[in-house]
């Protein structure tokens, strides 16, 4: 059965730094395209950050330079390096495949950036 657990959100300043885990089981993320996606508040969820299985990256232009999506196979865990955080990242954070399979989200985990 395939579970992805989200971790490591938090309340940070603006300007601060958090590091995102998902530990995915039930399937390998090393042949799976996998991204982060958020959802604040009153707004769609989007995709944040994606890696194909190859180690390409892609990244919503709102976090380029301050967001680095990576991934630990022998973990089977996918990460998000959260620096320069801003207001306006503040959400709850979600990993998935990419494209998402809709019966795999998680209960994702809270980003709050205030001062």
């Known amino acids: 059965q395939v579970q992805l657990v989200e971790s490591g959100g938090g309340l940070v300043q603006p300007g601060g730094s958090l590091r995102l885990s998902c530990a995915a089981s039930g399937f390998r993320i090393s042949i799976s395209a996998m991204g982060w996606y958020r959802q604040a508040p009153g707004k769609q969820r989007e995709m944040v950050a994606s890696?194909?299985?190859?180690?390409?990256?892609n990244y919503a232009d709102s976090v380029k330079g301050r967001f680095t999506i990576s991934r630990d196979n022998a973990k089977n865990t996918v990460y998000l390096q959260m620096n320069s955080l801003k207001p306006e990242d503040t959400a709850v954070y979600y990993c998935?495949?990419?494209?998402?399979?809709?019966?795999?989200w998680g209960q994702g985990t809270q980003v709050t950036v205030s001062s």
């Open positions: 998935n495949r990419s494209p998402v399979v809709p019966a795999y």
């Open positions: 890696m194909l299985s190859v180690g390409d990256t």
